[in-house]
């Protein structure tokens, strides 16, 4: 009888290590988030008891900053998805400002995969040595995110550098467990504090998610809205990178490198450069990047119907002359022509105070909801403002779901579509720029020339009932005026 072959401790080590790392994640999450909410609902009831308004407001203050601190730790400490969390939920109209300024840091701070696990799942992915494919590879990546980090690099006889873009070897397993859990938190809180179907949101987030581990459909995506943009446009209103279609597989993509700054850091470069941050040149650079990325949105969402649905500030470069470079085109969205058309008619409602149309854009979308209370109607107006415009509704400085005044408390929403939410999301993500940037606007006021037509070669609208023309000019007139 031959001799057993040695253990390899390290092996088996390695094996149990990753059978329980879900497990592990699982328990965690629920700690904590198990202690972040008992922690709110346990200083309502403190609140509560306290009759003067200053103070409560002050109370408000320090529980928000507890709470940010313990957030941030566990985003920061479980990482993967819960990175996409805070991108979502670290947004000025959305979150408390001690929350904003803590989850804002998270943008791009995922830890890196060391580079010999780099090296290997790249000469795996191309079928040969990262020497004979590159005449040089930076080994400290520009940046890593939740799914994947990029790298720069020059390709063997080329003059330009492109960015390497490797996904992080077992992070797929990770983040479905984390959406689970997540889905699992939302049924709770809709039966309990939110009316609003929180769940089909999950839903969505799991089947986009999902798709972001295709690199390959990431590539087709990209060069889809390169496509669509710079032939729609005499120039397109944003960059987005050139795919390097024969070194792309489904965990390595590459594309052309774009020079530019995060817009996360634009503040320190217009201060770096002598600018006067509240001055007109400053101003003139945050309405031209603004302008370019509402336009480019308005154009894919009503207009194709495929958009790129991850506009956070980690994906936005700000290239020479405040040019936009828009990035990571892993979450893009197809809407179905129905869905597209109806969002259409409640950004006209929107853009026209229109409640009755609001209402029937409402229904035409499959967003169910219920209400007791008397104004219904206006309520209902408000909620379609919170939820799919960058311009809040008056008196309205963010969303607090959890106050009793918030329309989601009035209108209960018992059915919301899962498609809707990228949209959602999208126009969320927008007002959160906008708000970064100091500029408050309706995106619905500047999305109507662009819905007008939609609606009009559908069939839907005549061209007598137009009120504008698709144009440069007439789309940003009055974009900027400040409130």
Known sequence: MPPLPPLDFKEIQDKLSSRFRPLQRSFQFWVRVADIYTGYKVFQLRVSLVKDVEKQEAMWVRQHEVAAEKIYAMCSDLGG???????????????????????????????????????????????????????????DPIGSASIAQVHRARLRGEKIDVVVKVQHPGIEDLMMTDIRNLQAFALYMQKTDIKFDLFSITKEMEKQIGYEFDFVREADA????????????????????RVLQDKVTRKVLMMEYIDGIPILNLGDEIA????????????????????SLTLAYGQMILKSGFFHADPHPGNILI????EVALLDYGQVKDLPDKLRLAYANLVLAIADNDLIRASESYRELGIDTISTCENEQQELFKLAQTMFDTKLPPGVMMLQPFSEESSIKKIGVQAFPEELFSVLRTVHLLRGLSVGLGINYSCSEQWRPIAEEALYLAGRLKDKDRKTKVHSRSFFRGLYRRE
């Open 81 to 139: 998805f819960f990175l996409k969390v805070a991108q979502i939920i670290g947004k000025p109209d959305l979150a408390p400002a001690a929350w904003v300024r803590r989850l804002v840091t998270l943008c791009d701070r995922a830890p890196a995969t060391p580079f010999d696990t780099v090296r290997l799942m790249m000469e795996r992915e191309l079928g040969q040595s990262l020497s004979e494919t590159f005449e040089r590879f930076d080994v």
């Open 222 to 241: 990209m060069e889809r809205i390169r496509h669509f943009l710079y032939k729609n446009n005499k120039k397109s209103p944003v960059v987005v990178p």
């Open 272 to 291: 770096k450069r002598g600018i006067n941050p509240g001055g007109k040149i400053a101003a003139a650079a945050k309405q031209n990047i603004l302008k």
């Open 319 to 322: 290239c020479k002359g405040s």
